[in-house]
C-alpha cells in the first residue's frame, strides 16, 4: 500500500489550494483518511478527517475555511483550502486508516486495521 499526495505548494494570502492523496493497492478497505500539519517547533496536528461514511472532522483553525471530500472515489481523498492564512504554512501529510485482508494457513480471512503515512507536502502561505 502507498499513498500519494500532491497539490501544495505557495500561495499568496486569501488565496486558496488543493490536496489530494491516492490510496494504491490491493487487499484493502478504507476506514478513514486524514489531512494532518506540521510546521517547524510544533507537533503535528489534525487538520480534517472524513470516514469511509463521510463523516469529517475539521480542526477548530480550519472549519469554514477547508473541506476534506472523497475517500470512496477511487481511493483518494482531497483538501480544499481556502482563504489560506500565512498561519497555515506547514508541511502537510495524508493519512489513511485500512482495513486490510490476509489468509490464515487454513485459508480463512484475516481482518487488521494498520495506518499509513503519505510524505509530505509544503504549503508556503505567504502575507
Known amino acids: 500500500v502507498q499513498l500519494q499526495a500532491s497539490g501544495g505548494g505557495l500561495v499568496q494570502a486569501g488565496g486558496s489550494l488543493r490536496l489530494s492523496c491516492a490510496v494504491s493497492?490491493?487487499?484493502?478497505?478504507?476506514?478513514?483518511m486524514a489531512w494532518y500539519r506540521q510546521s517547524p517547533g510544533t507537533q503535528r496536528e489534525l487538520v480534517a478527517s472524513?470516514?469511509?461514511?463521510?463523516?469529517?472532522v475539521y480542526s477548530g483553525s480550519v472549519k469554514g475555511r477547508f473541506t476534506i471530500s472523497g475517500v470512496n472515489a477511487k481511493n483518494t481523498v482531497s483538501l480544499q483550502m481556502n482563504s489560506l492564512k500565512p498561519e497555515d504554512t506547514a508541511v502537510y501529510y495524508c493519512?489513511?486508516?485500512?482495513?486490510?485482508?490476509?489468509?490464515?494457513?487454513?485459508?480463512?480471512?484475516?481482518?487488521?486495521?494498520?495506518?499509513?503515512w503519505g510524505k509530505g507536502t509544503l504549503v508556503t502561505v505567504s502575507s
Open positions: 493519512n489513511a486508516d485500512l482495513r486490510e485482508t490476509a489468509l490464515a494457513l487454513n485459508n480463512a480471512p484475516i481482518f487488521y486495521d494498520t495506518d499509513y
Open positions: 493497492g490491493s487487499g484493502f478497505s478504507i476506514n478513514s
Open positions: 472524513i470516514t469511509s461514511s463521510g463523516r469529517t
